[in-house]
């Protein structure tokens, strides 16, 4: 049997989440879906945001499909979803931002980089360190190599090598990869790539970072599609896999059905795809697609379904699809 988690989360992963569930249920009623609560709202209501056991209760699922969690900006708070990232080893955080003549895949690393964890902050200095390990480049950039030879395309190593002797260390080892697979393979420094994936996204295909470059690289990226509520994320490990919209938890349109569940679906297509349903992926894919076609927008895209509106316009395609 095979058994999805649903971490809903905070804000408006209460929203999304239900409408990409409900995808994947007509799609999968075989599946077991249950749910695990973490996040914020755990948090103010229990004074845990993810206790011991809801890691374990994902580690016993198939694939985990995750909505977002608030992470308040508190010297003593941990962000859940990074917790849960470095908890089942999801070293590879893929972002695919496709369009019209334009097609890339950033390939994140995901447990290290700024996101070390080893920070400190003292009465008049506060330091984060920056660890880029020799093994979790190989397999964050192996990752990146594997895609760009599956797409039949080249790798970009995004990266600020000319100031951080960490990416000297990062760019040789993918630049090294890369040769040693015969993978074709060029490098730019990331605030240059930043602005070069918005006036030429076509030069792009597989783009390999580190953490918090690839964080920021998406977002920047997702204006190419029409902003977050677009963009979705898959966080792979060797044994585990979560799902999740690359926005956040949005408290500022929270509770308003107006959030847009497409980067939610889309990243249940992924989910999917992962479990070897790639019919099942291009479904939800082709589904948006033809609601979008019909008009019916979200708020963000110009139009005024709401979520729940555009989730059963989608719905209703998928069912149809015959
Ligand atoms: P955000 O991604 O939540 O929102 C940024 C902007 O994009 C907001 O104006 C929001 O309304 C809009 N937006 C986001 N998703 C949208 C959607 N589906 N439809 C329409 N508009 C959408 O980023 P933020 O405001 O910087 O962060 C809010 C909270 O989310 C913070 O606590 C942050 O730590 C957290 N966060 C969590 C995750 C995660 O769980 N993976 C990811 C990013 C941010
Ligand atoms: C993302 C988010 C997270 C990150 C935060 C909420 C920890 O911004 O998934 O893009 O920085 O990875
Ligand atoms: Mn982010």
């Known amino acids: ?42 948090w103010e209501q229990t004074g845990c945001p993810c206790a011991d056991r809801d890691i374990a209760a994902l580690r016993t699922a198939d694939a985990v ?5 608030t992470t308040p900006p508190m010297k003593d708070y941990q962000s859940v979803v990074l917790r849960i990232r470095k908890a089942l080893d999801l070293y590879a955080n893929l972002r695919p931002v496709k369009g019209d003549g334009f097609d890339m895949m950033i390939a994140r ?7 070390s964890g080893i920070e400190e902050i003292g009465p008049d200095r506060a330091t984060t360190l920056r660890v880029v390990t020799r093994a979790g480049t190989k397999r964050i ?27 000297v260390f990062f760019r040789d080892i993918c630049v090294a990869e890369a040769k040693m697979a015969g993978v074709s393979c060029t490098e730019k420094l990331i605030d240059a790539l930043c ?28 204006y190419l599609i029409g902003g977050l509520g677009l963009v979705p994320s898959a966080n792979i490990g060797d044994r585990y896999a979560l ?16 959030a847009n569940p497409i980067a939610t679906l889309r990243s249940a297509a992924m989910l ?5 349903d790639t019919g099942g992926a291009v479904r939800i894919e082709s589904a948006i697609q033809q609601v979008l076609a019909s008009g019916t927008r979200t708020r963000d895209l110009g139009g005024s379904a709401g979520t729940r509106e555009f989730g059963d316009a989608v719905l209703r395609v998928i069912g149809n699809q015959g």
């Open 1 to 42: 049997m095979t058994r999805i988690a649903v971490v809903e989360g905070d804000g408006i992963g209460h929203e999304v989440i239900p409408v990409a569930q409900k995808a994947l249920e007509v799609l999968h009623p075989e599946y077991e879906y249950f749910p695990v609560e973490v996040g914020y709202g755990r």
């Open 65 to 69: 499909l995750f909505g977002a969690v």
């Open 109 to 115: 690393e995901n447990t290290e980089g700024l996101y």
């Open 141 to 167: 950039v192996r990752e990146g190599i594997r895609l760009a030879q599956q797409r039949g395309e080249n790798l970009t190593i995004g990266h600020k090598a000319n100031v951080l002797k960490s990416d």
């Open 195 to 222: 602005l070069d994936i918005l006036q030429h996204p076509e030069k792009y295909d597989v783009i390999v970072t580190t953490n918090i470059f690839g964080d920021i690289l998406s977002d920047v990226a997702s």
């Open 243 to 258: 799902f999740e919209p690359v926005h956040g938890s949005a408290p500022d349109i929270a509770g308003k059905n107006i």
């Open 272 to 276: 999917l795809e992962h479990l070897g």
